[in-house]
């Protein structure tokens, strides 16, 4: 998410002197009108990369907006500013407390601009320093009430807050679940977080939400040792994973047969996810948990295969369809021999790994041209990963 902001109409002041003046019409108390005129200003100073650099080092003028209540432009300055992650560690540097501020807003219930923090912290998840100083915040709340758990339960409870549908909660998780502790707390077998993240891969209403919560679980699969669990009774992701990537198409009763239960007679107007980023996340996660030789049998005995070959002859994105080839290729393909049977484990010489990028890197550029050519009029629209 990144705001939209004009620069300040005509000659005036300096950045730095119009910042210093600035500052006292944002402290609590000042009159509501003036706040929201001073907080325009911030606004457009965010809309330039020296706005925003003189703006990231002010840590009294930071604390003034995460916790100005008087409007929407202080919010979505700091939504800009945290889209900047070249400031990230000036940000820090001069508020270290800006995260727990963020979150604390995020998920306050009656805050009016809690999405507008929800989406400045996940714009400031995404590089490891600041992830980290937000996974610290969240370690350190009260006993009980994990920081986590508080998250987790304001994305999936619908109306949560009804005046901020928080969608960026759903990529904040997914920049937390890179780090093995986040990790090791969604796939917790008491706490039951992952079931509850899985019917939002379906959430209609939102690709953000939707993106974040698939990213979350692509993440997760990254646990090899938790494969069984997550391909198992207990958690039974596989279906949830296929499902967005299924459409219409009319299998044979034999084939049927051998689809799970919530794939089976899909009606004639089923729609894949529409969003080809979330589609190419979806595979990547059915990908790893091909990883060991249980979960690609698994895999394969839920009829996946069936899926995907529908999907690759729909898939309009080279990209996507690409990954989607990979995956079939561990499926219909032979097993490895003894000893490397785990994927995730195998260790690849260093010279055949540099020449493996080397051809992944080709691949890219040569699939990037051929975007072009096809349909140019769409490259570069596409938003980047949060």
């Not at 999405?115 to 915040?137: G, H, K």
Request: glycine share 6%.
């Amino acid at each position: 998410l990144s705001a939209e902001a004009g620069s300040p109409g005509g000659p005036g002041p300096g950045p730095e002197v119009a910042a210093a003046k600035l500052l006292p019409f944002l402290a609590p108390g000042a009159r509501a009108d003036l706040q929201a005129v001073a907080a325009r200003h911030v606004l457009a100073l965010t809309g330039s990369g020296p706005g925003r650099a003189l703006l990231a080092g002010q840590a009294a003028l930071l604390r003034a907006l995460a916790e100005l209540a008087s409007g929407r432009d202080a919010a979505l300055a700091l939504v800009n500013l945290a889209a900047d992650s070249g400031l990230h560690e000036q940000l820090l540097a001069a508020d270290p407390w800006l995260p727990a501020r963020l979150l604390g807003r995020a998920l306050d219930p009656q805050w009016p601009w809690a999405e507008e923090a929800a989406a400045a912290l996940a714009n400031l998840s995404r590089e490891p320093a600041p992830c980290a100083a937000l996974m610290a915040v969240l370690a350190a709340a009260e006993p009980g009430a994990p920081g986590l758990e508080q998250l987790v339960h304001a994305l999936c409870t619908p109306g949560y807050n009804t005046r901020a549908p928080l969608h960026y909660l759903g990529p904040l998780l997914s920049n937390l679940s890179q780090r093995p502790a986040a990790r090791a707390f969604l796939m917790d077998p008491d706490r039951c977080v992952v079931q509850r993240l899985l019917p939002l891969t379906q959430y209609p209403d939102s690709s953000v939400r939707r993106g974040g919560v698939v990213g979350t679980l692509r993440n997760c699969c990254f646990e090899h040792r938790h494969h069984q669990w997550l391909l198992g009774p207990e958690v039974d992701i596989l279906p949830f994973l296929l499902l967005p990537l299924a459409g219409p198409e009319d299998f044979s009763e034999e084939e049927m047969e051998r689809l799970p239960v919530d794939l089976q007679y899909l009606p004639p107007d089923k729609q894949r996810e529409p969003d080809a980023d979330i589609r190419k996340m979806l595979i990547e996660a059915i990908m790893l948990l091909t990883a060991t030789a249980p979960g690609r049998q698994q895999i394969r005995d839920q009829g996946a295969y069936l899926i995907l070959r529908e999907l690759h002859r729909w898939e309009p994105q080279p990209d996507v369809q690409s990954t989607c080839e990979k995956l079939i290729q561990v499926l219909i393909g032979d097993e490895p021999e003894r000893g490397m049977e785990n994927l995730l484990e195998v260790q690849v010489p260093q010279d055949v790994e540099k020449q493996l990028q080397q051809l992944d890197r080709q691949e890219q550029e040569q699939l990037e041209r051929e975007q072009q050519e096809l349909a140019p009029e769409l490259w570069g629209k596409r938003a980047a990963p949060t």
